[in-house]
């Protein structure tokens, strides 16, 4: 069943589910704990990671890269002043 799935080298400890189209789900702020433990501080870790992973496609079966923790992303959003775009009617 899940021998389709691409995975992310080196990010098994990020991965968080696989959707019924067989595309790996990844947790980015585990992603970015990965590579700060392999001894990158967190802006190297945050540029690395929006560059060379989120940023990379592989095709039909690229993973999908969220933030699990919304209320915490959303506070973050909040300290560095992020506005809403109102949807156009």
């Known amino acids: 069943m899940y021998e389709e799935v691409l995975l992310a080298d080196g990010f098994n400890d990020a991965l968080i589910g696989i959707t019924s189209k067989n595309l790996a ?6 992603c970015i704990k990965v590579l700060m433990k392999d001894g990158m501080s967190e802006d190297e870790a945050l540029d690395y990671f929006y560059f060379n992973v989120e940023g990379s496609y592989m095709g ?3 993973p999908i890269y ?3 923790d919304t209320e915490e992303f959303i506070s973050t959003l909040k300290k560095k002043n992020f506005r ?4 156009r009617a």
């Not at 789900?25 to 585990?30: L, M, P």
């Open 84 to 87: 809403k775009h109102k949807a």
């Open 66 to 68: 969220i933030h699990s």
């Open 60 to 62: 039909d079966k690229t």
């Open 25 to 30: 789900v990844y947790d980015i702020d585990k």
